[in-house]
């Protein structure tokens, strides 16, 4: 993805981080797609994916370009990404874009530029771009298009669908492009965790952790944001005698030897981010 993103313990049990409540209104994100967004809007764990701790706006059209004519499905012709935001005027500050894979290479970098600039102008502060799968031409190039296109726009991020997909044939229909419902999900899961990253990101609190040496305690470690459910683990280091850490951050310490070096921690969410919590002794 190109998002491209002390407390000191005795005996007693106590909380590292608060869970933060949920909010009464998720966050509203507009997600405006073309045929390659069907392989997550036609499917209902893919939607359930996204919708998670968000509400999220689909738009997405078959044959959709940027800009110019989209081209013709069933004799009809969807609206344009710059149609699409012309006709609602406003959009959330949020928005994902899965555009791209019919539009001309000659015009592509100047139907992003209008792209951005409408939705800017309408109120998106942060346009999270999927790239494109680079099965054959003229996607590589589009792909390097967005890339300049990036260091041109501050509120654009590229969300790496291509990389995320590369050794993944099984995600794509025999076209290499289109997505099975594997492929839908995988998509979903990618954007929606480049969603929170912006709204929300996965944390934990306070950072880093302090024990004290000899003491034996019991931690309840917490994370924040993200997607839950969250799982914990050991990520470098070699824990000391009498340290155990279950999945669900339970952590309980004997007190019985020292850490050799310092221990990181890290919790996963479950679109496959990932936060870390440094552990010291003193």
């Not at 998106?124 to 099965?135: I, K, P």
């Amino acid at each position: 993805m190109h998002l491209r993103l002390a407390v000191s313990l005795g005996v007693a049990t106590l909380v590292v981080a608060v869970a933060s409540a949920v909010a009464a209104t998720p966050p509203t994100v507009l997600l405006i797609g073309d045929s390659v967004a069907t392989g997550m809007y036609w499917h209902d764990d893919a939607i359930a994916v996204m919708q998670q701790r968000l509400g999220v706006y689909w738009d997405v059209a078959i044959c959709r370009t940027i800009d110019g004519t989209s081209c013709p499905f069933d004799g009809e012709r969807a609206p344009t990404l710059i149609e699409a935001v012309e006709t609602r005027r406003t959009v959330p500050p949020t928005v994902v874009v899965e555009v791209g894979y019919n539009d001309p290479a000659s015009m592509f970098a100047t139907e992003v530029d209008h792209a951005m600039s409408a939705l800017t102008s309408a109120g998106a502060t942060h346009v999270l771009w999927l790239t494109m799968r680079e099965s054959h031409a003229p996607y590589p190039t589009l792909n390097g298009l967005l890339e300049k296109a990036a260091a041109r726009w501050p509120q654009l991020d590229l969300v790496d669908w291509d990389a995320a997909s590369e050794s993944h044939p099984s995600w794509f229909q025999t076209d290499d492009i289109h997505l099975t419902p594997e492929g839908g999900l995988a998509m979903a899961h990618l954007t929606h965790a480049a969603v929170m990253q912006v709204v929300d990101p996965l944390r934990v609190r306070p950072t880093p952790l302090r024990l004290q040496a000899g003491r034996s305690c019991t931690v309840k470690l917490r994370a924040e944001g993200g997607t839950p459910p969250y799982r914990w683990r050991v990520a470098s280091g070699r824990p000391p005698r009498g340290f155990h850490l279950l999945a669900d951050g339970t952590l309980v310490t004997t007190g019985a030897a020292r850490a050799e070096a310092t221990l990181m921690l890290a919790v996963t969410d479950a679109d496959g981010t990932s936060a870390s919590l440094q552990v010291l002794e003193r």
